[in-house]
Nanobody, 117 residues
Framework: QVQLVESGGGLVQPGGSLRLSCAASRSIFSIYSMGWYRQAPGKQREFVASITSGSRITYADSVKGRFTISKDNVKTLYLQMNSLKPEDTAVYYC????????????WGQGTQVTVSS
């Protein structure tokens, strides 16, 4: 079991940057995989980036070269977002996958990111 709380969202101009944080209720050192998903109005939730306990990183093609996922292996996951575009506007959700006999998913409440002039 783990509780997740996102923060760092807000309004930013195109080309700007934001850093999202996901605070976990316990150490994330042994969590199988953590990542970020996003959902825009009228759209399905989509994968953004993930990082495993072994530091294997995966990015969606739409954010490669612009976003960076990282973690401190204590309690916090990060998403550094640079060169933001209007199409990045969405609610961003933190995700944790725990492998405890079976794979279990946990989600935060989401944080709004709006990219607009």
């Amino acid at each position: 079991q783990v509780q997740l709380v996102e923060s760092g969202g807000g309004l930013v101009q195109p080309g700007g940057s934001l850093r999202l944080s996901c605070a976990a209720s316990r150490s994330i050192f042994s969590i199988y995989s953590m990542g970020w998903y996003r959902q825009a109005p009228g759209k399905q939730r989509e994968f953004v980036a993930s990082i495993t306990s072994g530091s294997r990183i995966t990015y969606a093609d739409s954010v490669k070269g612009r976003f960076t996922i990282s973690k401190d292996n204590v309690k916090t996951l990060y998403l550094q977002m640079n060169s933001l575009k209007p199409e990045d506007t969405a609610v961003y959700y933190c995700n944790a996958k725990l492998l405890t006999g079976e794979l279990s998913n946990y989600w935060g409440q989401g944080t709004q990111v709006t990219v607009s002039s």
